[in-house]
Nanobody, 122 residues
């Protein structure tokens, strides 16, 4: 699986962005897809994930503000980010795993996109 993330940019606090991650290769629909982020000096963290059936996980810091979705027909996963805060500033990565939704470790994600930078100004 090859992943290509897009949609990052500069936005003011309170604004919105939608990230997209297009996947190539077979069997996209069976993978758990996740969005991670990594801010300077911090560890990479799982922000949101979604199963093939649509079950989701969100980090506490983004609940109620971010929404993950997927379109299996288009081999694409999305991250809608609303009410953005300066602390959301990071490089965002999409990733795929054949592990389970509840495993939050980056190490279980087998395939990674290249990352897209989100900068939220105050």
């Amino acid at each position: 699986v090859q992943l290509q993330a897009s949609g990052g940019g500069l936005v003011q606090a309170g604004g919105s962005l939608r990230l997209s991650c297009a996947a190539s290769g077979r069997y996209f629909s069976v993978y758990v897809m996740g969005w991670f982020r990594q801010a300077p000096g911090k560890e990479r963290e799982l922000v949101a994930a979604i199963t093939s059936g649509g079950s989701t996980y969100y980090a506490e810091s983004v609940k109620g503000r971010f929404a993950i979705s997927r379109d299996n027909a288009k081999n694409t996963v999305y991250l809608q980010m609303n009410s953005l805060k300066p602390e959301d500033t990071a490089v965002y990565y999409c990733a795929a795993t054949n592990s389970v939704l509840g495993d939050l470790r980056p190490s279980v994600y087998n395939w990674w996109g290249q990352g897209t930078l989100v900068t939220v100004s105050s």
